[in-house]
């Protein structure tokens, strides 16, 4: 598996600009809004748990957003909730100023495992999209072809998921997403299971895709320097059940480059605030951790 790699800054892509009408993000109308929701599940032991409780936070068009918190607070619930894969029980949930009912249209879900199908080769799987959208067979496969391009894996359209590398796999994971041109783009923690530097280059990656598209972006990380490296606005949440904590800004310019920005003082300025509003999460989620040990 040796073709080289092509650059994939923005000046690669020059089709890769903000929509028509978009404009700066502190501006731009509500993407998706959450007003007070809280969602319970059913336990097996016909128990009740309350994964969110009086949640409420708005992604405006165009906007990154990272969302942290401790272990298995409720975050990747609230993307369950936004992409209408959970409905809420208690408040209310809007994207693009409608009621979440069912799936919106136009959003990409960007999951912790791919969803990369093992007999279809690389350029298959990124043509799928557009195969189920209508396209003809060669118009999905020539757009495909352009993505697998601009994700940075030319040469490999032929290869099959077990011939890659495991931030291969996500390249491939990531043109399956962003072919579809979401507005709204769900991410639950998709770069976890990479090492450090491909963890980077993937962000790197994404920040370069993303720019101009005009597209919402909800990212789910435990990483915080991941979170603020991405993001326009971190959101913190609570020890379970999550509700928001705090809504930190992220004031540092675009574009970026993750390895070079963590080493700003600004971005360290950010880091200190983010992690002062969790410490005390992570401490209660670990303190009732222990009470069930012991």
Same mark, same amino acid.
């Given at each position: 598996?040796?073709?080289?790699?092509?650059?994939?800054?923005?000046?690669?892509?020059?089709?890769?600009?903000?929509?028509?009408?978009?404009?700066?993000?502190?501006?731009?109308?509500? @993407?998706?809004?959450?007003?007070?929701?809280?969602?319970?599940?059913? *336990?097996?032991?016909? !128990? !009740?748990?309350? @994964? *969110?409780?009086?949640?409420?936070?708005?992604?405006?068009?165009?906007?990154?957003?990272?969302?942290?918190?401790?272990?298995?607070?409720?975050?990747? *619930?609230? #993307?369950?909730?936004?992409?209408? #894969?959970?409905?809420?029980?208690?408040?209310?949930?809007?994207?693009?100023?409608?009621?979440?009912?069912?799936?919106?249209?136009? #959003?990409?879900?960007?999951?912790?495992?791919?969803?990369? #199908?093992?007999?279809?080769?690389?350029?298959?799987?990124?043509?799928?999209?557009?195969?189920?959208?209508?396209?003809?067979?060669? @118009?999905?496969?020539?757009?495909?072809?352009?993505?697998? @391009?601009?994700?940075?894996?030319? !040469?490999?359209?032929?290869?099959?998921?077990?011939?890659?590398?495991?931030?291969?796999?996500?390249?491939?994971?990531?043109?399956?997403?962003?072919?579809?041109?979401?507005?709204?783009?769900?991410?639950?923690?998709?770069? !976890?299971?990479?090492?450090?530097?491909?963890?980077?280059?993937?962000?790197?990656?994404?920040?370069?895709?993303?720019?101009?598209?005009?597209?919402?972006?909800?990212?789910?990380?435990?990483?915080?320097?991941?979170?603020?490296?991405?993001?326009?606005?971190?959101?913190?949440?609570?020890?379970?059940?999550?509700?928001?904590?705090?809504?930190?800004?992220?004031?540092?310019?675009?574009?970026?480059?993750?390895?070079?920005?963590?080493?700003?003082?600004?971005?360290?300025?950010?880091?200190?605030?983010?992690?002062?509003?969790?410490?005390?999460?992570?401490?209660?989620?670990?303190?009732?951790?222990?009470?069930?040990?012991?």
């Amino acid at each position: 598996m040796s073709p080289t790699t092509p650059p994939y800054g923005p000046e690669s892509f020059p089709h890769n600009r903000l929509p028509e009408g978009v404009i700066s993000v502190a501006e731009a109308p509500p @993407a998706i809004e959450l007003r007070g929701v809280t969602k319970r599940f059913q *336990t097996r032991d016909g !128990g !009740g748990h309350t @994964a *969110t409780r009086d949640m409420s936070f708005t992604v405006r068009q165009g906007e990154f957003v990272s969302v942290v918190g401790p272990t298995g607070c409720g975050k990747s *619930t609230s #993307l369950s909730l936004i992409s209408g #894969l959970a409905a809420a029980g208690e408040g209310e949930v809007f994207v693009q100023s409608r009621p979440v009912t069912g799936i919106p249209d136009r #959003l990409g879900y960007m999951f912790q495992q791919d969803a990369v #199908l093992p007999w279809r080769t690389v350029l298959d799987n990124v043509a799928a999209g557009p195969r189920y959208r209508g396209a003809t067979k060669q @118009a999905a496969r020539d757009q495909a072809k352009d993505w697998v @391009a601009r994700v940075g894996l030319a !040469g490999f359209e032929r290869y099959y998921p077990h011939q890659l590398s495991g931030g291969m796999r996500k390249r491939v994971a990531l043109a399956q997403t962003l072919i579809n041109e979401p507005s709204i783009l769900l991410m639950d923690e998709p770069f !976890g299971a990479l090492d450090v530097q491909t963890r980077e280059h993937m962000q790197d990656l994404l920040l370069d895709l993303w720019s101009g598209t005009g597209a919402a972006v909800v990212f789910v990380t435990h990483d915080l320097t991941e979170a603020i490296a991405l993001a326009d606005t971190v959101v913190v949440m609570t020890a379970a059940p999550a509700t928001v904590k705090d809504v930190v800004r992220v004031d540092l310019e675009r574009p970026r480059r993750v390895e070079e920005i963590r080493l700003e003082e600004a971005f360290l300025d950010v880091y200190r605030r983010v992690w002062d509003s969790l410490r005390e999460e992570v401490e209660i989620t670990r303190s009732r951790g222990a009470a069930r040990v012991a």
